[in-house]
């Protein structure tokens, strides 16, 4: 078994795979004050629950937009599963060609997205990935990315209306039946959802004419994937495992260095 985790700025999403399927996931929070035994309590109990033994795992594999709490994953994967971590970083194959300014500031989980979409959909490609930030990731032709679009998430959108705006109070994330919406909560409902959806579509319009895509597969994942693409009119599929599909397979491009 394959242990993989996609550490994000709010949630960890794990995952187990035996060859390529993926046996259980799970999310925690990213909390940066919790230990390695912390972490490697809940690790313990999420297995238990789902009848693994961490005992089997046989190589581990993280992105991570954290790095403070690398160190601390690393740790807990080393004691809980007597496996050395692979961190998606300098060094690691990822078999993706990043033709980007600066190839340092793209995100781990961005390259991993990249690498799981050209390889299970082709390219060109575009991943919308519905996090705490939400990104635009372009694969060409020949599965290089190019570039993308960064834009604040869903859920820190929201939180920062209901904190800047004194009346509007906390709302419940769901798409409202209607546009026009006849009380506060229903109001902010159309605008999050149905502005999200707006923007997303305006951008995945910009993206296929400046790069003068025709035929490009357009998938969506994260956490908030579903809310948006609800729509049925901007994407081609739902994957909402895609990062950990890919961490899976940076992983089988690697191991052999990792088992030396």
């Known amino acids: 078994m394959i242990l993989v985790m996609d550490v994000g700025n709010s949630n960890i999403k794990l995952g187990v795979f035996e060859g390529e399927t993926l046996l259980r996931s799970w999310r925690l929070e990213s909390k940066a004050g919790r230990t390695a035994d912390e972490y490697g309590v809940f690790l313990k109990s999420m297995f238990e629950h789902a009848g693994l033994d961490p005992?089997?795992?046989?190589?581990?594999?993280?992105s991570s937009v954290i790095p403070s709490l690398n160190y601390t994953l690393e740790h807990m994967v080393s004691y809980?599963?007597?496996?050395?971590?692979?961190?998606?970083?300098?060094?690691?194959?990822t078999g993706v060609n990043v033709r980007y300014e600066n190839s340092k500031e793209v995100g781990a989980d961005r390259i991993v997205n990249s690498l799981a979409a050209y390889k299970k959909y082709g390219g060109p490609a575009i991943?919308?990935?519905?996090?705490?930030?939400?990104?635009?990731?372009?694969?060409n032709e020949e599965g290089d990315f190019v570039g993308g679009v960064i834009c604040p998430g869903i859920k820190i959108t929201t939180e920062a209306l209901t904190q800047n705006a004194a009346k509007?109070?906390?709302?419940?994330?769901?798409?409202?039946?209607?546009?026009?919406?006849?009380?506060?909560?229903s109001n902010m409902?159309?605008?999050?959802?149905?502005?999200?959806?707006?923007?997303?579509?305006?951008i995945v319009e910009k993206i296929k004419r400046e790069m003068s895509f025709a035929n490009v597969h357009v998938i969506a994942t994260g956490g908030?994937?579903?809310?948006?693409?609800?729509?049925g009119s901007i994407f081609d599929c739902i994957d909402k495992t895609l990062t950990l599909q890919g961490l899976r397979?940076?992983?089988?491009?690697?191991?052999?260095h990792y088992n030396r």
């Open 55 to 62: 005992h089997r795992i046989e190589g581990a594999i993280m």
């Open 80 to 93: 809980y599963c007597q496996k050395p971590l692979l961190v998606v970083g300098p060094g690691i194959k």
């Open 127 to 139: 991943v919308v990935d519905f996090g705490t930030a939400t990104t635009f990731n372009v694969i």
């Open 168 to 185: 509007l109070p906390r709302i419940e994330l769901v798409k409202p039946e209607r546009g026009v919406g006849k009380n506060t909560v």
């Open 189 to 202: 409902q159309s605008g999050i959802v149905y502005g999200f959806t707006g923007m997303v579509k305006y």
């Open 224 to 231: 908030f994937a579903e809310l948006i693409a609800s729509d």
């Open 249 to 256: 397979m940076l992983y089988e491009i690697n191991k052999d």
